[in-house]
């Protein structure tokens, strides 16, 4: 028990990789910020697009503000936000300050920091979360590497193949062939991953792993780069395997 004129007060920061939200979503994030806020307590929402930072009371009020903006871009997605709520100047003589805040940024990354006194910041941390790794699209951080990780993984991957046949130039090839196949799938995971944040929508549109035409061509190039080599590389291989197996000429010498 703390001793008389004595606060304590407790932080918490939760870090998550991965965002795709939905308005009934965001509804159930608002209802999990208020526990513990008193009733008049106001829930705050901001967005930026652009050079310019959109805020509202409510998420509404938001999409209201992109729909009458200038801004380029889908004013019924956004690819960032960020929501505080508080009891500040709400608060009851001799109750805790608290407050929350959750920063979404376009590159994936969800920060969730409260501060207040000790059981409540538990308390929440134990809630929100459960939520924020909910709206994360793949549970598993491996798919939220760069995209030049998936190249070199594609290069390693294709070069294992053809290390057999003892070729250089072919494994050369194998390599760099499966670089440009990861460097193209790594471009295709990493839309289907991008942070959406619909404002109006109450479920996310369907996600499929599409190729751009530069992509697909690209993948097709690099496919048929490794299978050229692969087959070269097995008609090199049983030709070696031949002359080696071949009985060497007889040597006649002079009588």
């Given at each position: 028990?703390?001793?008389?004129g004595?606060?304590?007060?407790?932080?918490?920061?939760?870090?998550v990789?991965?965002?795709?939200?939905?308005?009934?979503?965001?509804?159930?994030?608002?209802?999990?910020?208020?526990?513990?806020?008193?009733?008049?307590?106001?829930?705050?929402?901001?967005?930026?697009?652009?050079?310019?930072?959109?805020?509202?009371?409510?998420?509404?009020?938001?999409?209201?503000?992109?729909?009458?903006?200038?801004e380029?871009?889908?004013?019924?997605?956004?690819?960032?936000?960020?929501?505080?709520?508080?009891?500040?100047?709400?608060?009851?003589?001799?109750?805790?300050r608290?407050?929350?805040?959750?920063?979404?940024?376009?590159?994936?990354?969800?920060?969730?920091?409260?501060?207040?006194?000790?059981?409540?910041?538990?308390?929440?941390?134990?809630?929100?979360?459960?939520?924020?790794?909910?709206?994360?699209?793949?549970?598993?951080?491996?798919?939220?590497?760069?995209?030049?990780?998936?190249?070199?993984?594609?290069?390693?991957?294709?070069?294992?193949?053809?290390?057999?046949?003892?070729?250089?130039?072919?494994?050369?090839?194998?390599?760099?062939?499966?670089?440009?196949?990861?460097?193209?799938?790594?471009?295709?995971?990493?839309?289907?991953?991008?942070?959406?944040?619909?404002?109006?929508?109450?479920a996310?549109?369907?996600?499929?792993?599409?190729?751009?035409?530069?992509?697909?061509?690209?993948?097709?190039?690099?496919?048929?780069?490794?299978?050229?080599?692969?087959?070269?590389?097995?008609?090199?291989?049983?030709?070696?395997?031949?002359?080696?197996?071949?009985?060497?000429?007889?040597?006649?010498?002079?009588?």
């Amino acid at each position: 028990m703390a001793a008389s004129g004595v606060t304590m007060e407790a932080s918490s920061k939760i870090t998550v990789r991965g965002c795709k939200l939905h308005r009934r979503l965001i509804a159930k994030w608002v209802r999990a910020l208020r526990t513990g806020l008193p009733d008049a307590a106001k829930i705050d929402f901001s967005t930026t697009r652009a050079i310019t930072t959109y805020k509202s009371n409510s998420i509404d009020g938001l999409a209201e503000a992109l729909a009458d903006s200038t801004e380029p871009g889908d004013v019924e997605v956004v690819d960032n936000l960020a929501i505080f709520a508080s009891n500040i100047g709400h608060a009851g003589v001799g109750e805790p300050r608290r407050l929350v805040r959750i920063s979404i940024s376009s590159n994936g990354w969800v920060g969730c920091h409260l501060s207040g006194d000790p059981s409540w910041v538990n308390a929440q941390t134990a809630v929100l979360r459960p939520l924020l790794e909910d709206a994360r699209p793949r549970k598993l951080g491996i798919w939220y590497v760069p995209r030049w990780t998936f190249a070199s993984w594609g290069g390693c991957l294709a070069s294992l193949g053809v290390t057999f046949f003892g070729s250089l130039t072919l494994w050369i090839l194998s390599t760099v062939a499966g670089a440009v196949f990861g460097y193209a799938l790594g471009g295709v995971v990493g839309r289907t991953l991008k942070t959406e944040i619909h404002l109006t929508q109450d479920a996310l549109s369907a996600s499929y792993w599409r190729f751009t035409a530069n992509e697909v061509i690209t993948a097709v190039i690099a496919l048929l780069a490794i299978a050229v080599a692969v087959i070269f590389g097995v008609t090199a291989h049983k030709d070696a395997r031949k002359d080696d197996s071949g009985h060497a000429p007889l040597l006649v010498g002079r009588v």
